[in-house]
């Protein structure tokens, strides 16, 4: 039992922290969101796996991934070729010169499904590939920058050009990917319909479980030795070296399972979103995903959640009356943030957040004096040891 | 594959060069270690003492030479290896993560959970605890184990590195200037403990305070342009006319 309170859920502002997150998704927002808005959040959450992701590989590991929108893309790609498969069978594709293979390769004169896109016509495969494929590669890059010891600014830029390079590939290889335009009209998930409203709560819901467990997974790892050891070496990479590490084998691990995050983010937009893009793949969405981190936190798990709902919340209210003055206010927001709060929201609230939550503690006080059992003594602990 | 016989030291270095774009830092070196030896290593900057150090755990790769301990070939192993072998090194500067308390510097230094997937599982038993609390005593912050390791003074951050090696119970132990920016008090804590720790293995310092190299050293070699200019106890080399003309000759 006390592994998972301590160990899983953080301790109690830990768990307070989580329950609070969860209300919010869970229960706040689909009781106060029309579908049309809910399914927008769901999309926003989707890129919150990203930011987690950065906590861990950024906040704690120290490397700086500019490239993230890789595996959100090779997720999300994943997904969308299963579905395309199936949106794509030889009745629905009648009229076509070549039925039976996507729209888009028949307009670009491709008569056979290309051999890579053969497997994705199986769920299983999808999924399995949707975990493993990103993770792979990662482990590709990983090998070869962090075993010769390449590192911080060396890392971001690779990284960077990687992911347009992908982009590069995608729009490139238009008869293979859908190119520019991406992946569309996907209706179906093994004869379901996808663009149902209910579809569209279960994915939502899907979504959040999802995005919980991930917290939870990564809870698990920042509070293991693991976690000190990442610390560690972001603190004094030499140290831990000559303790009788390997450091290289920790970044790759740590990069290949922010890389499986994001591409689980990257499978549930495909779903809920209904297409996928190279527009998400690159440069712009790469680096938007560090902003989410560093809005919310870069050390807070929880904190990347709330930083990426509010940038996206702040985006499409933004963008729908001053579109262009848009990207402006997300590059200042960034350097602000960076330059005067380092620890973002999570930093502001654990600030002075004590100051709200001693008026809250006023009130539950009038009610049971028992409260005082949190003490702020205890609260400050809390959060010392274990990753919010 | 290696031309050189085993012996019984713990450490033996035979023919050790390494050279920096044709510059020698280390010229040539032949230097034995014993079990239960605590030497020390002094020499004007530029000797090549930190070289030294840097060959032996990996940290530069010799041009040519041989480094065994107990009777193991390091120049071909990775900086890992080495540590696992069974040789610790302090670094000049203490080098301590700041960010972690006492009790979690030392934790992370457990030589248990090394792997990938072992940190993962890695739990804080009672062995752990006891080990942990066993070392921290030894470099007298029983009472710090929940201070951020940041807030510590600078003299005991360096018993900290010192511990985080101990409680990896390495047999070869190497010291960069362990007793820098220390006060006199400390210096003395820090020359106890030494003698203490040098039970039951080797160590090696490098050190300039030569108040403090008369009160550890078993044996003292002085290095100069890289190669050694004497060997012996602390009065021989003191008295030796080599040595006298490299330190006061300039």
């Known amino acids: ?388 | 594959m290696n031309m050189t016989t085993n012996t019984d030291y713990t450490l033996s270095i035979e023919d050790l060069t390494v050279s920096f774009d044709g510059f020698k830092a280390v010229d040539d070196l032949n230097f034995y270690l014993d079990k239960n030896e605590l030497h020390v290593v002094i020499g004007p900057n530029g000797a090549g003492k930190t070289t030294v150090l840097d060959l032996i755990c990996g940290k530069t790769k010799a041009t040519s030479g041989s480094i065994k301990f107990l009777n193991k070939e390091l120049t071909n192993l990775s900086e890992h290896a080495i540590v696992r072998a069974g040789v610790g090194r302090k670094f000049q500067t203490p080098s301590i993560y700041e960010n972690l308390s006492v009790l979690e510097n030392l934790e992370v230094s457990y030589p248990k959970g090394r792997g990938v997937f072992g940190s993962l599982m890695f739990k804080r038993d009672a062995t752990v605890l006891r080990k942990i609390k066993e070392i921290a005593k030894e470099i007298m912050l029983e009472d710090e184990l929940d201070t951020e390791s940041g807030l510590l003074s600078h003299g005991q951050k360096q018993w900290l590195e010192i511990g985080m090696l101990l409680i990896q119970d390495p047999q070869l132990l190497m010291l960069d200037e362990p007793v820098a920016g220390m006060s006199v008090k400390e210096r003395e804590q820090t020359a106890e403990l030494l003698n203490k720790i040098s039970q039951g293995r080797s160590v090696l310092v490098i050190e300039h305070d030569m108040e403090f190299v008369a009160r550890i050293a078993h044996k003292v070699t002085v290095l100069h342009q890289g190669k050694i200019l004497a060997t012996g106890d602390m009065e021989a080399v003191q008295n030796n006319p080599d040595v006298i003309e490299v330190y006061l000759g300039h």
């Open chain 1, 1 to 388: 039992m006390s592994f998972v309170y301590e160990k899983l859920m953080g301790g109690k502002s830990g768990l307070v922290g989580l329950l609070i997150l969860a209300a919010l998704i869970l229960v706040v927002f689909p009781l106060f969101l029309d579908a049309f808005r809910l399914n927008m959040v769901g999309k926003y959450l989707t890129y919150a796996f990203a930011a987690v992701s950065l906590v861990l590989l950024w906040g704690y590991g120290g490397t700086l991934s500019l490239g993230q929108g890789i595996f959100f893309g090779l997720g999300g790609y994943g997904m969308a070729m299963f579905l395309k498969l199936e949106a794509s069978s030889p009745e629905n594709t009648a009229i076509q010169s070549t039925p039976g293979i996507p729209d888009f390769m028949d307009w670009n004169q491709i008569t056979e499904l290309p051999w890579f896109w053969e497997p994705f016509s199986s769920l299983g495969f999808t999924i399995a590939a949707i975990l493993i494929l990103p993770a792979l590669f990662a482990y590709i890059i990983g090998s070869a920058m962090f075993k010769r010891r390449v590192g911080g600014v060396y890392f971001a830029i690779i990284t960077q050009v990687i992911a347009v390079i992908l982009t590069v590939l995608i729009v490139g290889q238009q008869g293979l990917t859908g190119g520019i335009n991406g992946i569309t009209d996907l209706r179906t998930m093994n004869g379901w319909d996808i663009t149902s409203d209910s579809a569209k709560y279960i994915f939502y819901y899907l979504n959040c479980a999802l995005l919980i467990g991930v917290i939870i997974a990564s809870r698990y790892i920042l509070t293991s030795k693991f976690g000190r050891i990442l610390l560690a070496i972001r603190d004094k990479e030499d140290r831990v070296r000559f303790s009788g590490y390997d450091v290289a084998n920790f970044k790759i691990f740590i990069f290949c399972f922010a890389a499986m995050i994001s591409a689980i983010g990257g499978a549930m937009f495909t779903l809920q979103v209904g297409f996928m893009s190279p527009s998400f793949v690159g440069i712009v969405p790469s680096i938007e995903m560090v902003i989410f981190a560093a809005v919310g936190g870069r050390m807070s798990l929880i904190g990347a959640v709330y930083g990426t709902l509010l940038i996206n919340f702040g985006k499409t209210a933004f963008s729908e009356s001053f579109p262009e003055l848009w990207l402006f206010l997300m590059g200042g927001l960034f350097i602000g943030v960076v330059m005067f709060f380092p620890n973002g929201l999570a930093g502001l609230w654990e600030d002075y957040g004590h100051h709200i939550t001693n008026k809250f503690r006023f009130i539950t006080r009038l009610f049971n004096k028992k409260s005082k059992a949190l003490s702020s003594e205890e609260m400050s602990a809390d959060k010392a040891s274990y990753p919010s």
